[in-house]
């Protein structure tokens, strides 16, 4: 089993500031199946960004991914009021999916 | 409009047995892997299972291997998670989600509580 850590656990920050969120992966993600997820409170995850880099449809360009093998990251340029959430990251490379244990983007 | 509607969930004293539903529309269910992931109160996401669009391949966390089956009926574009021996660690809101990863499209979850 991949196993996905990401860091660091929780990211205090002010609106208009950059977010750096990192998953990094136990050993090599095939294919870059790297996805990223965000989720807010009593709502469904949402699909970010899939192959580590592809925005999904309707996801804001200040979204950004990127990374490969083992080490991935999540960038969201200028922060916006609705990005304070929790963040995930997938494999999906290996017949055995697994998640990260989240980030959690708060307001400073 | 793709939709994705959970059913079944419920109180379950441990041990016990529960069948989840997913319905699905909106979309060719039978052209689309399916997914069962789960989130325990307050915690992160855990994918738990998976199966193929003819249902010919699935695929299973460890922690559930042999307690839990995945099924579908392309006919009646539904998604079927079926549930044995039942453990405390098994409450969770569970989510089908389609596809194999990077889900695009989840349902609203439904409330599995394993507890005497």
């Known amino acids: 089993e991949i196993v996905l850590t990401q860091s660091p656990g929780t990211l205090s920050l002010s609106p208009g500031e950059r977010a750096t969120l990192s998953c990094r992966a136990s050993q090599s993600v095939s294919s870059s199946y790297l996805a990223w997820y965000q989720q807010k409170p009593g709502q469904a995850p949402r699909l970010l960004i899939s192959?580590?880099?592809s925005r999904a449809t309707g996801i804001p360009d200040r979204f950004s991914g990127s990374g490969s093998g083992t080490d991935f990251t999540l960038t969201i340029s200028r922060l916006e009021p609705e990005d304070f959430a929790v963040y995930y990251c997938q494999q999906y490379g290996s017949s055995s999916r697994t998640f990260g244990q989240g980030t959690k983007v708060e307001i400073k | 409009e793709v939709q994705l509607a959970e059913s079944g969930g419920a109180l379950v004293q441990p041990g016990g047995s529960l069948r989840l539903s997913c319905a699905a529309s909106g979309f060719t269910f039978r052209n689309h892997w399916m997914s069962w992931v789960r989130q325990a109160p307050g915690k992160g996401l855990e994918w738990v299972a998976d199966i193929k669009e003819d249902g010919s391949e699935k695929n299973y966390v460890d922690s559930v291997k042999g307690r839990f089956t995945i099924s579908r009926d392309n006919a009646k574009n539904s998604l079927y998670l079926q549930m044995n021996s039942l453990r405390a660690e098994d409450t969770a809101v569970y989510y089908c989600a389609i596809g194999w990863g990077s889900h695009g499209y989840w349902g609203q979850g439904t409330l599995v509580t394993v507890s005497s």
């Open positions: 192959g580590a880099s």
